[in-house]
């Protein structure tokens, strides 16, 4: 489908434009040079022995002639912290690449209303959180509040939506609750902490729940957001959509808007807005 959309400098773009091929390779001093900076942490005291370790990783990682540009102690003694830099091989070439494309336009708060009314016949009702021991509320405020993000303003700002926001460390299945009493069309759950993949473990819980909670024509979508997010991972994680750095309430709005079913309105939605 040809799907018309509108770049973040006000541009507009076609969803089938052509994308750049061929191969290419990283940039440092040069065109085409490969040169690449890298940092890491190596679990051995600061050193003759940590820094040949430090740079016989990086030739194994495919940098030639490693330069060892920074290093230095951390976590006492017992650690080590390098930056190392140099050029490497390898070219990407970009037929191969495979990123989640969006698939919708993106829409105004007035154009997001219209498509709600006429998808719904109802407010739609949107239940967020951080759950699990996530207390980084930031991406979810910034989706979620009125006040918003990067000039937008949030969901709580749309006519045709009815926001509620959890907040931090709401377990799982607190969260998968209240969206079966407040009736949800959807579930956002943003995640920041991501040790030990954490916020890999915590959406597929949350999705494993949700089917058993709902029937699968009753549930709810599930929209995630976080920076350590692959945003092509969504199905593997039993999502229905996953945004990472850059997502703007905009972006939010206009997927639900696209992804919402088209519905009946019911008889006491009817009477609310005619209210």
Sequence with gaps: MDVERTDRDGTAARADAPRATGSVRPYGDTPDDG???VSFTLPLPHGP???????RLARRMGIERPLLVHGKPVGGDRFSF???YGPVAHAVDLDEVVVAERDYPLLSVKEVDAAVRERLGRRLVVVGACVGTDAHTVGIDAILNIKGF???KGLEAYQEMRVVNLGAQVPVGDLVRRARAEGADAVLVSQAVTQRDA???NVRELSAELRVEFAERERPLLVVGGPRFDPASAAALGADRIFGRGTTPGDVASYLAHALPRTAPA???LAESSA
């Design 35 to 37: 040169m690449v900076q």
């Design 49 to 55: 022995l940590a820094e040949g370790a430090a740079l």
């Design 82 to 84: 390098f930056v190392v």
């Design 150 to 152: 990067a000039g937008e």
């Design 199 to 201: 916020h890999l473990t």
């Design 267 to 269: 008889p006491a939605a």
